[in-house]
């Protein structure tokens, strides 16, 4: 698998933290502008993938510290945990709850249940792509 | 009332741990709650006997008018003093009985479930909730009776009861439901009070029918007899707690409790008096060719089951008091009798009466309560077996019809009765000693006597005292069955007469045939060879059939070729989507050709090219790049119609697919034609169609209307409510959240499946 390619292994390093970034970006940005969780884990994930093949399996897996299937666990609680606050308030399941308020550096910040399911879906997405990807790739070998 | 039945589920879920903290004497502790629950059903009591009944409702799900309500009347107050009051002998009998097993944890679980299943079952005043616990009751009596689960016999056996139990639920599901249409109501105590309405329904006849069904498999009525007998690889604590108070008596109950509202008629006074009388003869007969201490008992018990069947049926007050105080004499003496039958087994090691004799000086006190029990099975004055046995010969000889095969199967019952009762309290306990598997050295623990002691003398106290049971709950019971109060009553001594006469005459004619019971066995030997064709044999090939289909149909459709399932997933969405249209008689909508841009021509003439070339190439990784481009033109589309975000998803699904496909393309064999043109042609031809079809179907939609469409709402609403100006996204994760929720939970598993699919291989290639 590995590629042995100078260039794209210099790329892949420069380019994995601008890329997650990125896909941070997008997903917070969600609500307003094209992006969201979906776009976002996407594009964490196709970075993951690009350092797969930059570099190995071992390095791919070192740099992502957690396995993909915890992603995916981790996902799901999220979404789930997002529904339950209008449950106690006695709402609708899933009705969205939004906290607003200023904060000195970052000025205004809107947080919400919404937010966190996003998160949860973002999770999610990259969990199940690489857990896909990372074993076929393994399988490979 | 609410509380009561919830504790049984929350007790049962800390059970394991009780036991593991009280260790010995946890039968005793975990016997507290069924105690607890007497005591409380017993505080019920002045009120009902005074003839009230109560009701008492929890809304469940009010939108389906489903609530979780109980009705306290004659009926169902005796049936949940039994339930409760044989359960706490049962719970301190299994307690020393199953002592040392290491699933005593697990079998108190399930059997204090069970109770809670049973007591809810019979209290329930709503259908749905009735059936919700009938249910319950079959699966915990499969997971009690298939309690050794490491013996074959236990597992098979426990799979039959559940599926005829299972399979009749089924039956009663859909009769309950159309009784609901019939009677107005899912509350039996407003559809009790409307009894003409739904005999006079056009669905009475087949909501008979079904009920019947349900109430037949689960009280073992012939032909659905086989299973209660074979029921009997449960521990025995389990038979004669299932098989004396409760689980077979719920269709009974059922029957009962539906009486002021299906009863009455001619169709249901011939059925019932009829299959009850053929089942009770059956059960008694079997049971007295049986040797096996439980397997006399439970075909004894199948005795019972038709008898009551048989009372109910025949409906006049006698018969409905015969009726109650059979079910009561029947539960005391079949639960001393059972559980003295796992006396017999724990000490004696003896599960075959011919294994069996001179036991009553090693095991004086049980034989004595045996006796005392066997007695009231028998019949015999003044046990309270003969108070209920004496009405019942009583109503059969004041029967509405059918008086003459009646009376004959009820003598003939009442002698082999007799035989029966005379084989269970003589055999073991008289006569030369026998050598059994085990000696009993000393008389069993108090906690397994407690209930034989206490349940015989009750027949015998009943007996002596009829009064008590009949003002105390008889009597109450049986105007709940009738739906008008009785004014009939219980008497020991009722003068001479023919009831009496022919008790008598059977007395005698059963000890004969007792006396002779060797000879009578031998000659009856044709009955086994019969049997092979009887109603189980129909059962195994039912089961050898379901098999059969399954492994055809698995054969067929689950063959393991991917495309196959491709082709009849696609073949089977294009057919669908085609008749459809044609019934529906679908136009398809104006095409506006003319309006198409010279750059959307050149989009659409890239997506043809692309499709080709995958379609024609012979290259694999041409096709992935082909495929590759098709996706990434259809992007462009989507960004061209100002779906930002859909085009960004769609780029990033193609990058990652095409990456998924290089991934696989490594893994594949080389590149071979193995599928000839015929082949080759008819994929072809599947593929137009269904392209055709899903085109006619994009088309049709054009002008199609048929609602208003939400997407103006979602536009409008998007900033107000959902504080977002990116519209795609406020959907899927505030409007349409449980949408996604559902979606991601998809990936998950598919992720999850593929993980699995990938590891096995992986694993297996390495052994």
Do not use: C
């Not at chain 1, 996902?75 to 709402?91: D, H, I, K, R, Y």
């Not at chain 2, 201490?293 to 069947?309: C, I, N, R």
């Not at chain 2, 009949?470 to 069955?481: I, M, R, T, Y």
């Amino acid at each position: 698998m590995n590629m042995h390619s100078l260039i794209l292994r210099t790329a892949g390093h420069f380019l994995l933290p601008l890329l997650l970034l990125f896909s941070v970006f997008l997903l917070l940005r969600g609500h307003d502008e094209p992006g969201g969780g979906f776009i976002g884990g996407l594009v964490a994930a196709a970075a993951i993938v690009l350092y797969l093949f930059s570099m190995d399996i071992r390095s791919a897996r070192k740099v992502l510290r957690v396995d993909p299937r915890d992603l995916l666990g981790a996902g799901m609680v999220l979404a789930v945990v997002s529904a339950l606050p209008a449950a106690f308030l006695g709402q609708a399941f899933f009705t969205a709850q939004w906290w607003e308020f200023t904060a000195p550096v970052f000025g205004e910040i809107k947080l919400s249940t919404v937010l966190i399911f996003d998160i949860g879906v973002y999770l999610v997405v990259i969990g199940s792509v690489l857990t896909i990807m990372l074993n076929l790739a393994e399988a490979e070998d | 009332m609410l509380y009561a039945i919830l504790s049984t589920f929350l007790v049962a879920a800390i059970a394991p741990a009780v036991h593991r903290v009280t260790g010995r004497a946890s039968g005793w502790v975990l016997g507290l709650l069924p105690a607890a629950l007497f005591l409380y059903f017993l505080s019920f009591l002045p009120a009902v006997s005074a003839g009230e009944s109560i009701v008492l409702s929890w809304p469940w799900l009010p939108g389906l008018d489903i609530h979780l309500s109980f009705l306290v009347d004659g009926l169902s107050l005796l049936f949940a003093l039994l339930i409760s009051g044989i359960g706490f002998f049962i719970v301190t009998y299994a307690g020393r009985y199953l002592e040392g097993h290491r699933d005593l944890g697990r079998f108190y679980v399930i059997i204090l479930a069970f109770m809670g299943s049973m007591l809810g079952l019979v209290l329930a005043d709503n259908l749905i909730a009735m059936f919700v616990f009938w249910e319950l009751t079959s699966i915990t009596s499969y997971l009690l009776i298939g309690y050794n689960h490491e013996n074959a016999d236990a597992r098979k056996y426990a799979l039959q009861g559940l599926i005829v139990t299972v399979g009749g639920g089924l039956a009663l599901l859909a009769g309950i439901i159309m009784l609901a249409m019939a009677g107005g109501s899912y509350e039996l105590s407003e559809i009790l009070a409307n009894g003409d309405l739904v005999r006079e329904h056009a669905l009475y006849l087949p909501l008979l029918i079904l009920i019947l069904i349900g109430a037949f498999t689960k009280s073992a009525q012939v032909p659905f007899h086989f299973w209660l007998p074979r029921a009997m690889a449960a521990p025995t604590p389990v038979s004669a707690y299932l098989h004396s108070a409760t689980m077979v008596k719920a269709g009974v109950y059922l029957m009962a409790r539906l009486n002021p509202s299906l009863g009455g008629t001619d169709i249901w006074f011939t059925t019932l008096a009829l299959f009850g009388a053929i089942t009770m003869f059956t059960g008694v007969f079997l049971a007295f060719r049986s040797t096996g201490v439980k397997q006399v008992l439970a075909y004894s018990t199948v005795m019972a089951l038709g008898t009551l069947t048989m009372l109910i049926g025949i409906g006049t007050e006698t018969a409905l008091m015969a009726a109650m105080a059979f079910l009561l004499a029947h539960s005391l003496y079949k639960g001393a009798l059972f559980m003295v039958a796992g006396i017999l087994d724990h000490e004696a090691g003896a599960k075959d009466f011919l294994q069996t004799g001179g036991l009553r000086t090693a095991l004086p006190i049980t034989a004595a309560f045996a006796i005392l029990a066997a007695l009231s099975l028998g019949g015999v004055i003044p046990l309270f077996g003969f108070v209920a046995k004496e009405l019942m010969l009583e109503s059969v000889l004041e029967a509405p019809g059918l008086v003459g095969i009646l009376t004959l199967l009820a003598v003939l019952t009442a002698i082999l009765g007799v035989a029966v009762a005379a084989i269970v309290g003589i055999r073991p306990w008289f006569g030369a000693r026998v050598e059994t598997p085990k000696t009993p050295h000393h008389e069993a623990p108090p906690a397994m006597l407690a209930g034989p002691v206490v349940l015989a003398s009750l027949g015998l106290i009943f007996g002596l005292g009829p009064g008590l049971a009949d003002e105390g709950l008889v009597n109450a019971a049986a105007a709940s069955v009738q739906g008008a109060p009785v004014d009939g009553y219980l008497a020991l001594w009722h003068g001479i007469n023919w009831p009496l006469a022919i008790s008598a005459f059977s007395l005698v004619a059963g000890g004969l045939l007792y006396w002779r019971w060797e000879q009578a066995r031998r000659a009856l030997g044709w009955v086994d060879r019969a049997a092979e064709y009887g109603p189980e044999k129909g059962y195994f090939k039912m089961m050898d059939g379901l098999v059969w289909i399954s492994e055809w149909q698995t054969r067929v459709l689950q063959n393991g070729y991917l495309r196959y399932y491709v082709i009849v997933i696609v073949a089977m969405t294009a057919g669908l989507v085609g008749v459809t249209a044609q019934l529906f008689d679908v136009s398809v909508g104006t095409v506006h050709f003319e309006r198409l841009q010279i750059h959307e021509m050149a989009i659409i003439a890239i997506l043809v090219a692309s499709m080709l070339f995958a379609v024609l190439t012979r290259s694999r990784l041409g096709a992935v790049a082909a495929l590759g481009s098709l996706g990434f033109t259809v992007a462009l589309v989507y960004v061209l119609y100002s779906a930002a975000d859909v085009g960004i998803t769609q780029v990033l699904v193609e990058t990652l697919t095409v990456i998924l496909l290089v991934l696989v393309l490594f893994r594949l064999p080389g590149f071979l034609n193995l599928s000839s043109t015929a082949l080759r042609l008819r994929d072809a031809g599947i593929a137009l169609v269904t392209g055709g079809m899903i085109t006619l179907l994009m088309l049709s939609t054009l002008d199609a209307r048929l609602f208003d469409s939400i997407s103006q709402y979602f536009i409008e609403e998007s900033e107000p409510s959902g504080y977002g100006r990116n519209i795609v996204n406020v959907v899927l994760v505030d409007f349409r959240a449980l949408d996604t929720l559902g979606e991601i939970f998809v990936l998950a598993l598919a992720a999850i499946g593929v993980y699995a699919m990938i590891r096995f291989r992986a694993e297996d290639h390495r052994r």
